[in-house]
């Protein structure tokens, strides 16, 4: 008599998950990835945003657990490309920074968007379409008295130079619902306003990516 073999039932994949996080994991490498394209960033502070996403937890099946993260090996490799030198990349509890030089956008005690400024916002905009964060534009300025009947203090030109971007934003299709506009003037300085060159460093203005 033929014996039959007992059939087993495979056991039902329950970790639905690990999909949604390799999603999110590959639309932060992408933004990372473009971003390499057209801004510049030391090493080191490209090295901080890429400790920042590890470990990874057990299970991923886009990463291995005590591997380097793909972003690791993007840091070591950021010394062999040539990149602009009017945008930085940086994190902090706020989330990702993406921080452009006033001069990028503006012209002097200026609100009104540079040709130049177009293509940097159009390039950098496409990164925004495939996340889903909310978007706080900053506008900051440095510790100069602004002379002009427009804008009668920093609180108004940083305020504005926000708002411009963030226009742009939206009309390039980032939903207006997604950002937060803020005027700093020269109240939140990055360095201190004491030469030319860290005056320069000051007045910019910060596109951060808010985490979820």
């Known amino acids: 008599m033929p014996i039959q073999e007992e059939e087993h039932k495979c056991e039902e994949f329950d970790q639905d998950w690990i999909f949604t996080y390799g999603d999110m994991v590959t639309l932060l490498l992408v933004f990372f990835v473009l971003l390499l394209t057209f801004c510049k960033t030391d090493i080191e502070k490209f090295k901080s945003v890429a400790e920042s996403f590890k470990p990874t937890p057990p299970g991923s099946p886009y990463f291995l657990e005590g591997q380097p ?40 005690a200026s609100a009104d968007l540079l040709p130049k400024a177009i293509g940097s916002l159009s390039r950098f905009v496409k990164f925004l379409y495939a996340l889903p964060n909310k978007i706080v534009v900053e506008g900051h300025t ?37 950002m937060t506009v803020l005027g700093f003037a020269e109240y939140r300085p990055r360095f201190r306003n004491d030469s030319p060159a860290k005056r320069a460093l000051n007045r910019r203005i910060d596109v951060i990516i808010a985490p979820q």
């Open 142 to 178: 440095d510790d100069q008295a602004i002379r002009s009947a427009k804008y009668p203090s920093n609180w108004e030109l940083s305020s504005a130079r926000a708002s411009a971007v963030a226009r742009f934003l939206q009309g390039e299709g980032v939903k207006g619902e997604r």
């Open 69 to 108: 993260s793909v972003l690791e090996q993007l840091a070591a490799q950021v010394e062999t490309v040539e990149l602009p030198e009017d945008l930085f990349v940086t994190l902090d509890d706020r989330g990702v920074v993406v921080s452009f030089k006033d001069s990028a956008l503006f012209a002097p």
